[in-house]
Nanobody
Framework: QVQLVESGGGLVQAGGSLGLSCAAS????????MGWYRQAPGKQRELVAT???????NYADSVKGRFTISRDNAKNTVYLQMNSLKPEDTAVYYC?????????WGQGTQVTVSS
């Protein structure tokens, strides 16, 4: 069983910063990909950023240069530092871990950016 516990998020003004973290536990092995996705009201869930256990990263074009994903393999934790936030970044942010061919999701955390 794999569990993901997210923390962070909240309300911030446009141009501000927030950080998210997500700790994984259970049978996640040493090789996996962790990432963040988000879903705004009325929209589909979309990729924000991913990072492999080897440190390779991938970002959505909309967040490149503003968001940074990182991870601590010893703590099985992935982080998302969000800078220069925009109102369009408002969404529920979900952590995901992919272990072999299985995906596991966190419960989601709300990020609201006011204009």
């Amino acid at each position: 069983q794999v569990q993901l516990v997210e923390s962070g998020g909240g309300l911030v003004q446009a141009g501000g910063s927030l950080g998210l973290s997500c700790a994984a536990s259970g049978s996640i092995g040493n090789f996996n990909t962790m990432g963040w996705y988000r879903q705004a009201p009325g929209k589909q869930r979309e990729l924000v950023a991913t990072i492999t256990s080897g440190g390779s990263t991938n970002y959505a074009d909309s967040v490149k240069g503003r968001f940074t994903i990182s991870r601590d393999n010893a703590k099985n934790t992935v982080y998302l530092q969000m800078n220069s936030l925009k109102p369009e970044d408002t969404a529920v942010y979900y952590c995901r871990i992919t272990v072999i061919f299985s995906n596991y999701w966190g419960q989601g955390t709300q990020v609201t950016v006011s204009s």
